[in-house]
């Protein structure tokens, strides 16, 4: 069982950067793979970026590309989304996922988290 808890949300400016995190509990961590999701209000959850379980592979979603950027510390069972330049368009409720596969994939995550808003005023 993984428990996953975001942080780092908040109210920023359109241009702005945030950092979120996900801390998440339990010894195989190291062996998931990690995702980032989100959803806007009436829209359906998206996909935003993932990465493998070694860290060496990563994924974006076209939107985010070039201004998002995940990363893991296993150490600190932690992974990261760096956001800058940040649109309007990006506010949303994120999500952390994991997978107990630890292949990079945009799909099939088993752990989610309760979500962290994040709000981008224009």
């Known amino acids: 069982q993984v428990q996953l808890v975001e942080s780092g949300g908040g109210l920023v400016q359109a241009g702005g950067s945030l950092n979120l995190s996900c801390a998440a509990s339990g010894r195989t961590f190291g062996g998931y793979a990690m995702g980032w999701f989100r959803q806007a209000p009436g829209k359906e959850r998206e996909f935003v970026a993932a990465?493998?379980?070694?860290?060496?592979?990563?994924d974006y979603a076209d939107s985010v590309k070039g201004r998002f950027t995940i990363s893991r510390d296993g150490a600190k069972n932690t992974v990261y989304l760096q956001m800058s330049g940040l649109k309007p368009e990006d506010t949303a409720v994120y999500y952390c996922?994991?997978?107990?596969?630890?292949?990079?994939?945009?799909?099939?995550?088993?752990?989610w988290g309760q979500g962290t808003q994040v709000t981008v005023s224009s």
């Open positions: 990465i493998g379980w070694s860290g060496g592979s990563t």
């Open positions: 996922a994991a997978r107990t596969n630890g292949y990079l994939s945009r799909h099939d995550f088993d752990y």
